[in-house]
T-cell receptor, first 111, second 115 residues
């Protein structure tokens, strides 16, 4: 059972463009929604996160949009750079603390 | 703050052998999580500790897997009688209850390869 569904699986964006990654969840008891960035051979690094009572959060070039009624949230990367090329994971936290991850999106930003 | 540290970074072993991994969380973080990540997939939860108490275990954690956090600081994950399907990246994360949002910070993992 896939509790958090992420799309697309891969994404190619030109430098300076906007990268958009979408996630949908099923469990309305999730209380926190982080996004992680992962480079090859490294562990996931926390990028930005949001609580379900907030509709949008922006940190620098990264923005999370959250639609509680649709049970969907998305990551927008503005002015995408080649250094942003990585795999991105959305996640949702159960109240006990464990994270449920999406399947990941491999982003490639072309110069 | 030196981050979450995991050792070894890589482990290659023959099927049927036992292996043990170590995780040192961020100091003062009272929660410690273990996840497993296979190629092309997101991390999957295995188990977590609050201080020295193991509070939850996933169904993924078969009887061959055991985790400990004896003094509420570092943790070990042992896999007995390893199988081919155990090949994966084993990730450790830590967090501090009571902090805003209690974000989980991950180490760089231990990559296990079963020959």
């Amino acid at each position: 059972q896939q509790q958090v569904k992420q799309s697309p699986q891969s994404l190619i964006v030109q430098k300076g463009g906007i990268s958009i990654i979408n996630c949908a969840y099923e469990n309305t008891a999730f209380d926190y929604f982080p996004w992680y960035q992962q480079f090859p051979g490294k562990g996931p690094a926390l990028l930005i996160a949001i609580r379900p009572d907030v509709s949008e959060k922006k940190e620098g070039r990264f923005t999370i949009s959250f639609n509680k009624s649709a049970k969907q949230f998305s990551l927008h990367i503005m002015d995408s750079q080649p250094g942003d090329s990585a795999t991105y994971f959305c996640a949702a936290r159960e109240q006990g603390g464990k994270l449920i991850f999406g399947q990941g999106t491999e982003l490639s930003v072309k110069p | 703050d030196t981050g979450v540290s995991q050792n070894p970074r890589h482990k290659i072993t023959k099927r049927g052998q036992n292996v043990t991994f170590r995780c040192d969380p961020i100091s003062e973080h009272n929660r410690l999580y273990w996840y497993r990540q296979t190629l092309g997939q997101g991390p999957e939860f295995l188990t977590y500790f609050q201080n020295e108490a193991q509070l939850e275990k996933s169904r993924l954690l078969s009887d061959r897997f055991s985790a400990e956090r004896p003094k509420g600081s570092f943790s070990t994950l042992e896999i007995q009688r390893t199988e081919q399907g155990d090949s994966a990246m084993y990730l450790c994360a830590s967090s501090l209850t009571g902090s805003e949002d209690q974000p989980q910070h991950f180490g760089d993992g231990t990559r296990l390869s079963i020959l």
